[in-house]
């Protein structure tokens, strides 16, 4: 990942490291994850897993601007 110190590509702010929160039905809180393939669903409307790869997302946000740049990590996320 970049560096968090490094400077922003939009306005050249500082970047800070961040995550975005998944919060699972308000309940669980956990950093949300890069699943690997296109999105499909069960007859519920929920995202079919079924053993899909799935990567933590972290993140860069300027303090300046607000600009977002999100990577998913290498290390698979267990679920």
Known sequence: MA???GTCPKC????AEGFVLDRRN???RTAAAWIVGSLEQTMFGNARLDGRKQ???RG???EACG???LYALRA????
């Open 3 to 5: 560096d968090a110190k």
């Open 12 to 15: 050249a702010g500082r970047m």
């Open 26 to 28: 308000g309940v669980a």
């Open 55 to 57: 990567l933590p997302l």
């Open 60 to 62: 860069l946000r300027c």
């Open 67 to 69: 600009f977002v740049e």
């Open 76 to 79: 698979a996320k267990k679920d």
